[in-house]
């Protein structure tokens, strides 16, 4: 069973940075999808990055390019997001999610693994 803990969320003021971690354990992750998702306060869980195992391949919503960057680290089976230039509607409960696939995923219904989330607040 794939299990996946995040952490590094907080309070934040606007312009600052936080560089949010999952780390995934439970399986060997060859080929797994790792994205990152939010749910921002009466919203809808929506998309933010995602990378994949094998490889390394990224893709980013566009309210993420060019300000956060996810990444892997093999040895600590972890995956990175950090984000830059925060804004107050960068604000929300952050998920790292898995699944089995040699592609970049970015639906969440796609998505068999989940963690508990972490907590973004950036002031304004």
């Known amino acids: 069973q794939v299990q996946l803990v995040e952490s590094g969320g907080g309070l934040v003021q606007t312009g600052g940075s936080l560089r949010l971690s999952c780390a995934a354990s439970g399986r060997t992750f060859s080929a797994y999808a790792m994205g990152w998702f939010r749910r921002a306060p009466g919203k809808e869980r929506e998309f933010v990055a995602v990378?994949?195992?094998?490889?390394?391949?990224?893709y980013y919503s566009e309210s993420a390019k060019g300000r956060f960057t996810i990444s892997l680290d093999y040895a600590k089976g972890t995956v990175y997001l950090q984000m830059n230039s925060l804004k107050p509607e960068d604000t929300a409960v952050y998920y790292c999610a898995a699944r089995a696939s040699n592609g970049v995923l970015t639906t969440d219904s796609w998505y068999n693994y989940w963690g508990q989330g972490t907590q973004v607040t950036v002031s304004s």
């Open positions: 990378i994949n195992w094998n490889g390394g391949s990224t």
